[in-house]
Structure formats: C-alpha cells, structure tokens
T-cell receptor, first 111, second 115 residues
Framework: DQQVKQNSPSLSVQEGRISILNCDYT??????FLWYKKYPAEGPTFLIS?????DKNEDGRFTVFLNKSAKHLSLHIVPSQPGDSAVYFC??????????FGTGTRLQVFP | DAGVIQSPRHEVTEMGQEVTLRCKLI?????LFWYRQTMMRGLELLIY????????DSGMPEDRFSAKMPNASFSTLKIQPSEPRDSAVYFC?????????????FGPGTRLTVL
C-alpha cells in the first residue's frame, strides 16, 4: 500500500509559468515532508522540506505547501525554467530516519 | 567531499549470476539506505542501517537479496541468484544525525540489467 502518492506521472509547463506538483499521503503521523529532484543518470538531490507544524516553506523559486487536514502537499515552482525539467519525488518521514517516497512526477518545461 | 560513491555504475549480467553492488558513505554520516527505483513503484527502500546495524529490512524483496555494512563507511548489496525482474536502478543514500528534516544524500546509482 502506497503511503505517499504522486498521481500525476508527468506535467508539461511553459517556461515562465508556474509548475505545481502534487503529493498525497495517508499516514497522519508523518512529521517531515521532503521534495527531491532527479536528473537522468544522477541520484536524487534534496530540494526543499517542510515540517508538519508548518503550512508553507519557501526557498527562492520553490515553495512547498502542506494541508494536513487534506493530507496533501504541493510544490510550486515560479517561474519555471527549462533547467527545472526533471523527475520530482515527494517523500515523508515519521519520527525516524526512514523516508517513504512517492512514484515521482516528470516535469517538462518547454520554451 | 566526493559525496556518496557507488560502483559499478552499470552492471549487465545473466540470470543466475551473483551481483554485488557497492556503496561508500559520506564521511561522518552514520545512516545508510539502499533503494531500488522502478517505473511502477518509484523509489523503494530495501534496507537501512544505523551505526552499522540493520534497522529495517522489510523492503528486501526476497532471500536472494542481502546487505552488509562491514564498517562505518562501506556497504554492499548482493543479489544471488539474480533474475531478470531484478533489473532496476539501485541507489544508496546516507545521512547524519541532526539534519532536522531527515535529509538523505544519494549516490549516482547502479543500473542493473539481468538478461
């Protein structure tokens, strides 16, 4: 059973526009949520995280929103750039070192 | 720091052969994670160690898979015998206490193809 779900396998956005990547989870005990970015032939790299006690965290063009009542988080990228084209993984942890990852969303930013 | 190092980067083998994947942690990190990436299941955690001790191996698919951490900086993941369905990209990641957000640092992965 997938505790972390990314229901959109792919997303295509025009350069300069906003990209919104979504993630749903089932375990209300998760206390941290992370987004990772992965380019082909490379390992995932950490992008941004949010604690369960917050509802928003911002880092430059990247903002993560957490809606605990809906068990939903989203990653906003504004403005989107071609270099943002990658696979984005949502992950969650429950008071341990262990991360549970979603299946990923492939973002393509076109000119 | 060189980051997490994995070898080999690519492995092609025949069904039934033994495969050993290797991982070197970032210096100072004390947790080590092995993942498998597939299209259907995304990034699956296979096993993780803390201070060289296996903590959770519930993701190891079968007895054909085994992992060891002989010292604080090195780990191996072994598949014996390998099967075509084991074909995937295998990542290891490491972390250290006090990150605050459980951030893990990933290696570049080993792409395994079992014919």
């Amino acid at each position: 059973d997938q505790q972390v779900k990314q229901n959109s396998p792919s997303l295509s956005v025009q350069e300069g526009r906003i990209s919104i990547l979504n993630c749903d989870y089932t375990n209300s005990m998760f206390d941290y949520f992370l987004w990772y970015k992965k380019y082909p032939a490379e390992g995932p790299t950490f992008l941004i995280s949010i604690s369960s006690i917050k509802d928003k965290n911002e880092d430059g063009r990247f903002t993560v929103f957490l809606n605990k009542s809906a068990k939903h988080l989203s990653l906003h990228i504004v403005p989107s750039q071609p270099g943002d084209s990658a696979v984005y993984f949502c992950a969650a942890s429950e008071d341990t070192d262990k991360l549970i990852f979603g299946t990923g969303t492939r973002l393509q930013v076109f000119p | 720091d060189a980051g997490v190092i994995q070898s080999p980067r690519h492995e092609v083998t025949e069904m039934g052969q033994e495969v050993t994947l290797r991982c070197k942690l970032i210096s100072g990190h004390n947790s080590l994670f092995w993942y498998r990436q597939t299209m259907m299941r995304g990034l699956e955690l296979l096993i993780y160690f803390n201070n060289n001790v296996p903590i959770d191996d519930s993701g190891m698919p079968e007895d054909r898979f085994s992992a060891k951490m002989p010292n604080a900086s090195f780990s191996t993941l072994k598949i014996q015998p390998s099967e075509p369905r084991d074909s995937a990209v295998y990542f290891c990641a490491s972390s250290f206490p006090g990150t605050g957000n459980n951030e893990q640092f990933f290696g570049p992965g080993t792409r395994l193809t079992v014919l």
